[in-house]
């Protein structure tokens, strides 16, 4: 609430040299929480405030995470990495208003501590300031997202020159905390035949709805088999055009086979 009563100050006095300044009320805050085997940090953008009081949109910038037998061990690390990552993948991102844990009293007991210490080697993240949480937090947090999937909690969206429709009072944005890729072996799984991870959903990119299908072709296959170092566009096309036709389909079975 203060910090919002801030940006609206600030907001109304810069509006003296600007008239047509739009106010945008995005925030962001770190979250920090461990549990038995695992400690995590995420950075979130708010916005979309609601006249109860709640937050409209929750957009997820990054998210750091590692299984640990001593979770609070790695704490540091977490920050650290939550703090390179942003810069890199939302480097428009505004400061953080604060750092939010999560947990038992314990847990952000540690968590505050280990903050206080870290902070002042983090440039800019100096003053941001500590809060916790109640330690049902998190399921508090799942009732009410249940309760928007379910239609409990509804906002009404206005767009001028149509009707106003219901819509999710909470709007959630995940990105992937990891990056995918896969391997190929054209060699029956030979273990020296493997070929160079191939990335096909990078780490922070935003979630897609729908499966990634990736499509294989008997004569690419046939091509990366039997290459010896590496192709340019247009070669790898030229010998995937001459492993085409019925003279080539034993190479190609071959190929396939052995993927």
């Known amino acids: 609430g203060n910090v919002l009563q801030a940006m609206h100050k600030e907001h109304q006095t810069k509006l003296l040299k600007s008239p047509d300044l739009v106010f945008e009320d995005d925030m962001l805050l770190l979250l920090t929480g ?6 995590e ?9 609601r006249p109860d009081g709640m937050w409209g949109q929750f957009k997820v910038l990054t998210n750091v995470s590692y299984r640990h037998e001593k979770p609070e061990s790695i704490i540091d690390k977490c920050v650290s ?17 604060a750092m939010v844990a999560y947990g038992t009293v314990a847990e952000q007991k540690t968590i ?34 249940g309760a928007v999937s379910h239609g409990r909690i509804t906002t ?34 030979a273990d020296d035949k493997w070929q160079p991870v191939k990335t096909i959903f990078d780490f922070d990119r935003r979630v897609p709805a729908g499966p990634y299908q990736i499509d294989l072709v008997a004569a690419e ?10 192709l340019s566009d247009e070669a790898l096309l030229k010998a995937i055009k001459d492993n085409e036709g019925a003279k ?9 086979l052995n993927l």
């Open 81 to 97: 990495e939550l703090f390179d990552t942003l810069d890199t993948v939302a480097p428009e991102a505004s400061g953080p208003v």
């Open 248 to 256: 080539r389909i034993p190479i190609r079975e071959e190929a396939a």
């Open 112 to 145: 505050e501590t280990k903050w206080d210490r870290l902070k002042k080697s983090l440039e800019d993240w100096e003053e941001v300031p500590f809060f916790s949480t109640r330690p049902e937090a998190v399921a508090l947090g799942l009732a009410v997202m």
């Open 156 to 189: 009404t969206v206005h767009i001028p020159g149509k009707k106003p429709r219901a819509d999710l009072a909470i709007q959630v944005h995940n990105v992937a905390p990891c990056a995918v890729g896969v391997m190929m072996n054209y060699h029956g799984g």
């Open 34 to 39: 461990v549990t038995k085997d695992s400690a």
């Open 221 to 230: 296959c046939a091509v990366y088999r039997n290459q010896k170092g590496e």
């Open 41 to 49: 940090c995420t950075a979130v953008q708010i916005s979309g405030t």
